[in-house]
């Protein structure tokens, strides 16, 4: 089972911005092919990281007002929170290494403050 959790407008303050710790937000759709091919590099960091980072999914067909409150005009878009706040956006396809080294640096930068 996937620790991705799938989040609509209705869940997104709650799951995304009043979250404590580090938030990463996948904006994707359907019938994005680069966006299916992120899913197991996710679910990877999930598994390695999944206690330092709580990693959403947020489909942009479903929750366009999400999509254009943050400005996400392509995907795969993947929105980090920190306290609520964006603290870092990447646009398109990583691998997990990737992801990863932009984790451990929110978190290291969250940890010197």
């Not at 899913?39 to 929750?63: C, F, R, Y």
Request: aromatic share 6%.
């Amino acid at each position: 089972m996937s620790s991705i959790k799938q989040i609509g407008s209705a869940e997104f303050k709650e799951q995304a911005l009043q979250a404590s710790g580090l938030v990463l937000v996948d904006f994707s759709a359907t019938w994005c092919g680069p966006c299916k091919r992120l899913v197991p590099e996710l679910e990877a960091v999930a598994q390695e990281l999944g206690d330092k980072v709580t990693i959403l999914k947020v489909d942009v067909d479903d929750s366009p007002d999400i999509a254009s409150e943050y400005g996400v005009q392509s995907i795969p878009n993947m929105t980090f929170f920190k306290d609520g706040k964006v603290v870092d956006t990447v646009v398109g396809l990583l691998p997990k290494a990737a992801i990863v080294g932009r984790i451990k640096k929110h978190l290291t930068e969250a940890a010197v403050r």
